[in-house]
C-alpha cells in the first residue's frame, strides 16, 4: 500500500457513501447562484461588442455611485478629484480615477469597506505569495460564485465539461484535505493531490494514482505540469485518458507549451487572474485570451497611468464589477499584458489581451532532486526585523537571499532565516545573506521573491 492508498483509508466518511457521491452529476452540487451566473455567462459571450460595452457601462456607473455613497476611501478621493459619478458618462471616464495600488488595500483597509459591509456575509480572501508579501481583501459569497462559473467557461472553452475526471496539485496550507496528501472532491470530480515538493518517490505514488484513476483533465501551474512531463518522459509512461491540461497563474513559456503538447499529445489552456478577481481572461477554442468583460474592466497602463496604445505592453489594472464589499476600482496587478483590439475567429466579442507576461514563479531545485515553490511557504511579513527579500539560486548547492532589514533585525533572525529556508526547501543549503538598501525591480513594480538562475524549469532532478 501506498502513501496515498493510506491516507485514503484515513478520509473520514465510508466507501459507499463516498461511491454515490462519485455517481452523482456535478451538477447537483452547485446552487441556484453559481447556475444563474454560469447560465448568464454561457449567453453573455455570444454577444456584440456594443451590447458588452453597454453592460460594461451600466454596470460601472451603478459600482462608482454605489462607492461614492457607501465607501469612505472613494468617497475621499473622489471628492479631492473632483469626481462626480454622473459625469462618468463612457467607459474611458473611468481613466479620471486614481489607481489602486497593493500598498493602498493595505494601509487603507477599512475605509474601503462599504459601511454595509457586514450585512453582505463578507469573506476574508488572501492572495498568493509570488513577492513574499500577502494580501488580504474583502468579498462575498457570491462573488465566489461568480469566480466559479467564469472558471467554468474557461473550462468548457478547453473542452472540459461537467462530470468529466479531473486531477488537480493543491498547496497543502489551503487544501480542504488538511494534511492528507490526496483529496477526493467529488463535487469537481477530481482528485487533488496535497503537494509542494517533488521528488522521485512522491512522482512515483502520484502517477501510480493517475494511472488507474484515468482523468481526462489536468488543472494545475505550468511549472508543476513540467515536472510531471518530465517524470512521464523519463519513465517512458503514457497516460492515454489525459486530453486537456487547463493551467493557470504562472506564465506559460510558448516553448514548453509546444513540447508537452506535442509529446503528451494533449491541449493546454491557460487562463489569466488574480484572488482579488479584479480582471480575468482564459484561452477560447482558438487559445486567444479573452476578457471576461461581463464581470470586469481590464485596462493596460503605461507607468502614468495612462492608457497603452493597441499592441504596446503595460501593466494590467483591472475593475472588479461585481465587489461592493470591497470595491477595488483600477487596482494595479503588477503583471504586464498587451491588448489586442482585433476580433477573434471564434466569434465572441469579448476583448482580446494578446499576451500576459511577468506570472513568472520560480522553482528552487536542490542536488537531491527535490523541487520547490518557497514562495508558498513565506510570508516575510511574519520575519521580524525584514522589509523586503529575494532568494536568489545561483548554482544548485546555495542560495543568495538580497535583504532590506528594519531596526528589528538581529543574528537570530538571520539563523531563523536560514534555519526555515532549509526546512522548507527540504535540503540543508548553504545560505548568504547580503543586507542592501532596496531590492532592484523588474519591468513591472512586481518583485518577485525567487529568482533562479539555474534555467526556469530546471532539468537538474
Ligand atoms: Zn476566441
Same mark, same amino acid.
Given at each position: ?12 466518511? $465510508? ?15 452547485? @446552487? ?9 455567462? $454561457? ?5 456584440? $461588442?456594443?451590447? !458588452? %460595452? ?36 463612457? !467607459? ?43 494580501? #488580504? ?57 496535497? /503537494?509542494?515538493?517533488?521528488? #522521485?518517490?512522491?512522482? $512515483? ?14 488543472? +494545475?501551474?505550468?511549472? %508543476?505540469?513540467?515536472? !510531471? ?20 497563474? #504562472? ?6 507549451? #509546444? ?18 478577481? +479584479? +480582471? ?12 471576461? &468583460?461581463?464581470? +470586469? /474592466? ?8 495612462? %492608457? ?28 504586464? @499584458?498587451? /491588448? ?9 466579442? !469579448? ?56 531596526? &528589528? ?53
Amino acid at each position: 500500500m501506498n502513501l496515498f492508498d493510506s491516507a485514503y483509508n484515513l478520509l473520514p466518511g $465510508k466507501k459507499a457513501l463516498k461511491n454515490i457521491a462519485w455517481a452523482l452529476p456535478s451538477q447537483f452540487f452547485y @446552487g441556484r447562484t453559481f447556475w444563474n451566473y454560469y447560465n448568464f455567462l $454561457k449567453k453573455s459571450q455570444w454577444w456584440s $461588442k456594443k451590447q !458588452l %460595452r453597454q453592460y460594461q457601462l451600466t454596470k460601472l456607473q451603478k459600482l462608482i455611485y454605489y462607492s461614492y455613497k457607501n465607501v469612505p476611501y472613494y468617497r475621499e478621493i473622489f471628492k479631492k478629484n473632483a469626481i462626480v459619478p454622473d459625469k462618468i458618462k463612457s !467607459l474611458t471616464d473611468i481613466e479620471r480615477i486614481p489607481l489602486l495600488t497593493k500598498e493602498i488595500i493595505r494601509n487603507r483597509f477599512n475605509d474601503l469597506l462599504s459601511n454595509d459591509y457586514l450585512k453582505m456575509a463578507p469573506i476574508k480572501r488572501t492572495t498568493g505569495g509570488s513577492t513574499g508579501k500577502r494580501l #488580504e481583501i474583502m468579498s462575498s459569497f457570491n462573488q465566489g460564485q461568480l469566480r466559479k462559473a467564469v472558471v467554468w467557461r474557461y473550462r468548457n472553452w478547453a473542452g472540459y465539461s461537467f462530470n468529466e475526471r479531473g486531477l488537480t496539485f493543491n498547496l497543502p496550507h489551503r487544501s480542504p484535505a488538511g494534511k492528507n496528501l490526496i483529496y477526493e472532491n467529488v463535487k469537481e470530480k477530481q482528485i487533488n493531490f496535497n /503537494i509542494d515538493i517533488f521528488n #522521485e518517490e512522491i512522482l $512515483k505514488q502520484i502517477v501510480s494514482k493517475i494511472v488507474s484513476f484515468k482523468p481526462k483533465v489536468i488543472e +494545475c501551474y505550468p511549472s %508543476r505540469l513540467f515536472i !510531471l512531463y518530465k517524470y512521464l518522459k523519463k519513465n517512458s509512461i503514457i497516460m492515454p485518458s489525459l486530453k486537456i491540461a487547463v493551467t493557470t497563474s #504562472e506564465m506559460l513559456y510558448s516553448e514548453i507549451r #509546444e513540447m508537452i503538447e506535442q509529446e503528451l499529445n494533449i491541449q493546454i489552456f491557460d487562463y489569466y487572474g488574480q484572488i482579488e478577481f +479584479c +480582471c480575468n481572461a482564459g484561452q477560447c477554442p482558438e487559445k486567444t485570451y479573452h476578457v471576461a &468583460d461581463e464581470v +470586469c /474592466i481590464l485596462e493596460i497602463i503605461d507607468k502614468a497611468g495612462q %492608457r497603452v496604445k493597441n499592441g504596446e505592453i503595460g501593466e494590467i489594472c483591472g475593475t472588479s464589477l461585481d465587489n461592493y464589499i470591497m470595491p477595488l476600482i483600477r487596482y494595479k496587478t503588477e503583471d504586464l @499584458g498587451i /491588448i489586442n483590439m482585433e476580433s477573434c475567429s471564434c466569434g465572441r466579442g !469579448l476583448n482580446i489581451l494578446k499576451n500576459i507576461v511577468g506570472r513568472t514563479q520560480n522553482i528552487i531545485v536542490s542536488p537531491n532532486g527535490t523541487m520547490s515553490f518557497p514562495a508558498r511557504y513565506f510570508n516575510i511579513q511574519l520575519l521580524k526585523g525584514i522589509k523586503d527579500m529575494q532568494i536568489i539560486q545561483e548554482d544548485i548547492q546555495s542560495l543568495k537571499v538580497v535583504l532590506v532589514a528594519d531596526q &528589528d533585525f538581529t543574528d537570530t533572525t538571520k539563523s531563523e532565516l536560514i534555519a526555515m529556508l532549509r526546512k522548507n526547501l527540504n535540503y540543508p543549503f548553504e545560505v548568504q545573506i547580503e543586507l542592501v538598501d532596496h531590492i532592484k525591480r523588474a519591468v513591472s513594480d512586481k518583485h518577485l521573491l525567487v529568482i533562479s538562475k539555474i534555467a526556469q524549469y530546471s532539468t537538474h532532478a
